[in-house]
Nanobody
Framework: QLRLVESGGGLVQPGGSLRLSCAAS????????IGWFRQVPGKEREGVSC????????YYVDNVKGRFTISRDNAQNTMYLQMNNMKPEDTAVYYC??????????????????????WGQGIQVTVSS
């Protein structure tokens, strides 16, 4: 059973930075697509960024391109999301997710048509002055 635990959220001022971490345990993240989603109350869940654990493929939603960077450390079984130049509209609960033998595009963009294998519990990120 794969367990995902997020950390690194909190309050940051506009223009500031945060780094989220997602530590996986229980299984090795080999041949997975893993990624970050966010959700604001009353709005649909949004795939923010996803990365493959097998190759260099990544995906970013348009409104974070150039500001957010996803990365992974396979040896540590951990994924990161570096968020720079943050904006109030980045405020949300952020979740990490993983799906076996999935593509990064399907995980981030088409997750509404299938059930993602594993989710973290979520972590609050607030961008406010």
């Amino acid at each position: 059973q794969l367990r995902l635990v997020e950390s690194g959220g909190g309050l940051v001022q506009p223009g500031g930075s945060l780094r989220l971490s997602c530590a996986a345990s229980g299984l090795i993240l080999d041949h997975y697509a893993i990624g970050w989603f966010r959700q604001v109350p009353g709005k649909e869940r949004e795939g923010v960024s996803c990365i493959s654990t097998s190759d260099d493929s990544t995906y970013y939603v348009d409104n974070v391109k150039g500001r957010f960077t996803i990365s992974r450390d396979n040896a540590q079984n951990t994924m990161y999301l570096q968020m720079n130049n943050m904006k109030p509209e980045d405020t949300a609960v952020y979740y990490c997710a993983a799906d076996f033998k999935q593509t990064v595009f399907r995980l981030c963009v088409l997750s509404h048509i299938f059930q993602i294998g594993s989710w973290g519990q979520g972590i609050q990120v607030t961008v406010s002055s």
